[in-house]
C-alpha cells in the first residue's frame, strides 16, 4: 500500500544535520559474553538479552547491544514501535564515545541517531499504524487506589549504588528487607528479598503515576500499556512476581529467536505471546483490586520503518 508523503518522516542525515554528535566514536563488533564480568544490569521485570549503557562525565560505553536495542534507545521508542530487518537482534557492538563539551548528556540519544545515519547509513521514517494494545482504564466502580505519602520518606536522592537498566541509571540503596530504589524509570521503589509472605509483594511503587504504570506493566505483558485512566495523582502500587509470571515466561521466550517486523496482528513481531488470552491472568485480578482495568483494544501506534541500515558500520 502506497503511503501518503505527508505521513512519513524522512530520517536521513539532511533531516539531523543540526543534531548533536559525538565527538568522536569507536565501534566494534561485540564478543559472546553478554557483558564484562562484574557489571551489573538491573532488570525489576523482564530482561534478557540487552546491552547496557553507561554515561560517566563526557564518556558514553555501550556494551554488547544489538542495533534493533540502539535504535530503540536512540529514537526513545519501545521495542514493539520498531519494524525492520530481524537480523538487527544478532548484530551486536561495542561502542565508545565522547560528548562534545557544552552537550549535555540528556542529548544522547540524538547523538545516537547521527552515529546510526553516519555509520550505519540508517535510513527511516515513521508511520501510525494500528496495534494491539491494553488500556490501562478505571473501573466502572471507580479507583481504589492509595495516594502517595512516601515523598517525605523516599527524597529524590542519590542511593548508594548506581546500577544501569534499560531504561538508563537507577540510585539503589540496600535495606534490612531488601533494595529500595531512590531514583528509577518508574520513581521510587522497594524490592523485597523474601518471599516466604505471599501477603508481602515483590515489588512496591511508591510514587508511580498512571502513566509510569502503564510503562512498567508494558516492561513484562505480551502488548503495550496505554493509560487512559485520566487519573492526575501519584499512588502506591503493590506488584507480585505471581501476577506477570505467565506474561513473563512468554516474553522472555520470545525474546530467544529473530524479531521480524511487528505487524497490527504481531505488534511485538514474535507473533502472539499472550500466555493468558482469555485476561484470567492474575495481573488483570490485581488491577480490578485497585479499581483498574486492563482492557484490550486496538491504538493508533506510532512506529519506526528501517529503510535501510547496514549490517556494519564504516571504518572508525
Known amino acids: 500500500m502506497k503511503r501518503p508523503l505527508a505521513a512519513l518522516l524522512l530520517l536521513s542525515a539532511a533531516a539531523i544535520a543540526q ?10 563488533p561485540a564478543g559472546d559474553s ?33 542495533l534493533d536495542e540502539l535504535l530503540t534507545k536512540a529514537y526513545r521508542i519501545r521495542p514493539d514501535q520498531l519494524s525492520g530487518p530481524d537480523w538487527t537482534r544478532n548484530q551486536r557492538f561495542e561502542i565508545l564515545a565522547t560528548i562534545p563539551e557544552g552537550v549535555s548528556s540528556s542529548q544522547v540519544p540524538e547523538m545516537l541517531q547521527a552515529l546510526l545515519v553516519e555509520r550505519f547509513h ?22 481504589i487506589l492509595k495516594e502517595s505519602t512516601e515523598a517525605a ?15 538508563g541509571p537507577v540510585e ?8 529500595m530504589i531512590t531514583r528509577g524509570p518508574w520513581g521510587p521503589m522497594r524490592m523485597y528479598l523474601t518471599r516466604s509472605d505471599e501477603n508481602r509483594p515483590e515489588f512496591e511503587l511508591l510514587q508511580v ?16 500499556v496505554i493509560d487512559r485512566t485520566n487519573l492526575k495523582g501519584a499512588y502506591r502500587v503493590a506488584i507480585w512476581s505471581r ?8 516474553k522472555r521466550a520470545a525474546l530467544g529467536p529473530p524479531r521480524p517486523a511487528p505487524t497490527p496482528d504481531s505488534p511485538n513481531g514474535t507473533g502472539s505471546l499472550a500466555s493468558d488470552p482469555s485476561g484470567n491472568s492474575t495481573i488483570f485480578k490485581t488491577m480490578e483490586k485497585l479499581g483498574l ?6 491504538a493508533p501506534v506510532e512506529i519506526l520503518v528501517v529503510d535501510h541500515l547496514e549490517r556494519s558500520p564504516t571504518e572508525n
Open 34 to 66: 553478554p557483558r564484562p564480568l562484574g557489571e551489573a544490569l538491573f532488570c525489576p521485570f523482564v530482561c534478557v538479552n540487552v546491552g547496557l549503557l553507561k554515561i560517566a562525565g563526557t564518556r558514553v560505553d555501550i556494551t554488547w547491544m544489538a
Open 19 to 28: 543534531a548533536p554528535a559525538f565527538e568522536v566514536a569507536s565501534i566494534r
Open 172 to 179: 539503589t540503596r540496600q535495606t534490612e528487607n531488601g533494595t
Open 209 to 224: 503515576t498512571m502513566p509510569l504504570l502503564a510503562d512498567a506493566l508494558t516492561q513484562f505483558m505480551d502488548r503495550p
Open 293 to 298: 482495568k486492563l482492557e484490550r483494544t486496538k
Open 153 to 167: 520518606a523516599t527524597p529524590d536522592v542519590p542511593g548508594d549504588r548506581t546500577l544501569y537498566s534499560p531504561q
Open 122 to 143: 540508517l535510513t527511516a521514517h515513521r508511520e501510525t499504524r494500528d496495534q494491539p494494545v491494553y488500556a490501562l482504564i478505571v473501573d466502572k466502580n471507580g479507583p
Open 243 to 250: 501476577d506477570m509470571h505467565a506474561f513473563a515466561v512468554a
